[in-house]
């Protein structure tokens, strides 16, 4: 089974931007459904973007012109750049991967990278 691993974190001022990074330990040739998820403090896990293998992307609305999703197979790297961040950014990111949505959302959880937007 393919490990992911998130980086790319840190403290960044409103409008600025960071580059996530999601590093795997194998081939993510064959993972159709890569995306990145977010959770707040007190909120709920929620999905940010995915990408498929086909180059299909997908934005939640509230990061929908600020963000973008892109792999790169070669590298098995998975990477989120956003622009643009806002306070309500701040939370901790996570990188999944499936063969499809629905198995993307299931399965445990790596450690995450940390997204702290403040002045």
């Known amino acids: 089974q393919v490990q992911l691993a998130e980086s790319g974190g840190g403290l960044v001022q409103p409008g600025g931007s960071l580059r996530l990074s999601c590093a795997a330990s194998?081939?993510?040739?064959?993972?159709?459904?890569m995306g990145w998820y977010r959770q707040a403090p007190g909120k709920e896990r929620e999905l940010v973007a995915y990408?498929?293998?086909?180059?299909?992307?997908y934005y939640v609305a509230s990061v929908k012109g600020r963000v973008a999703i892109s792999r790169d197979n070669a590298k098995n790297m998975v990477y989120l750049q956003m622009n643009s961040l806002k306070p309500e950014d701040t939370a901790v990111y996570y990188c999944?991967?499936?063969?499809?949505?629905?198995?993307?959302?299931?399965?445990?959880w790596g450690q995450g990278t940390q997204v702290t937007v403040s002045s």
């Open positions: 194998g081939s993510i040739s064959g993972i159709n459904a």
């Open positions: 990408i498929l293998s086909g180059g299909f992307a």
């Open positions: 999944k991967g499936g063969s499809n949505v629905v198995e993307m959302h299931s399965g445990s």
